[in-house]
């Protein structure tokens, strides 16, 4: 199964040094170019150690930046009438779709979208809990990175963020 990531869990695992939590997935695992941009492109020259980051990841091949065609694609014709859809989440959920993979992404609207497109996806918690449940992270490193990221701005209601604790201490 191969991963396509959106800007949300990039961002956030860079922030907080965990872009390794991606290592352990199934290749290929790729960041759309247009996702790039945003992210990689926009955030070096704003100076965000994130983009940095996430620049680093690529360049060492973690993660391969990839071009999206969507020309052809029903989906993307589809997406791109959602109001609720940036351009790059749309280019995400085709991509995915294009290649029966995996769309990794945070937002709601992405992710209803998502079902009704009938592709997968999971968050950037699920890439935290997968690390600790295959043992790449201790609990309590994974405790760490969920209540770091949440310091960086990342949001997660209060009733995921139980959830999430609770599995995180089912794994000890």
């Known amino acids: 199964m191969s991963w396509v990531f959106d800007a949300t869990p990039l961002i956030y ?3 907080v040094e965990r872009l390794d939590v991606v290592e352990p997935l199934d290749r ?5 170019e247009a996702v790039y941009r945003e992210v990689v492109t926009a955030g070096v ?3 965000y150690d994130d ?3 996430i620049e680093r990841a690529v360049e060492d091949g973690l ?10 694609s029903p989906v993307a014709t589809r997406l791109a009438r959602h109001p609720g859809l940036s351009d790059a989440d749309a280019v995400v959920l085709a991509c995915a779709d ?13 992710r209803s979208a998502a079902e009704v497109e009938d592709v997968e996806t999971r968050g950037t918690a699920y890439l935290i809990l997968a690390a600790v449940r295959d043992g790449a992270l201790s609990t309590a490193e994974g405790r760490d990175a969920i209540d770091a990221m949440i310091d ?3 949001y997660v209601a209060p009733d995921v ?6 599995k995180l201490e089912s794994f000890e």
Request: hydrophobic residues 45%; contains cysteine; charged residues 35%.
């Open 98 to 110: 294009a290649r029966d993979a995996i769309a990794v992404m945070d937002e709601s609207a992405g």
């Open 63 to 72: 993660i391969d930046a990839v071009a999206v065609d969507t020309d052809d």
């Open 28 to 32: 290929p695992r790729v960041v759309p």
């Open 45 to 47: 020259e704003q100076g």
């Open 152 to 154: 960086c701005g990342w």
């Open 13 to 15: 695992l860079a922030k």
């Open 161 to 166: 963020y139980t959830k999430i604790v609770e």
């Open 51 to 53: 983009a940095r980051r």
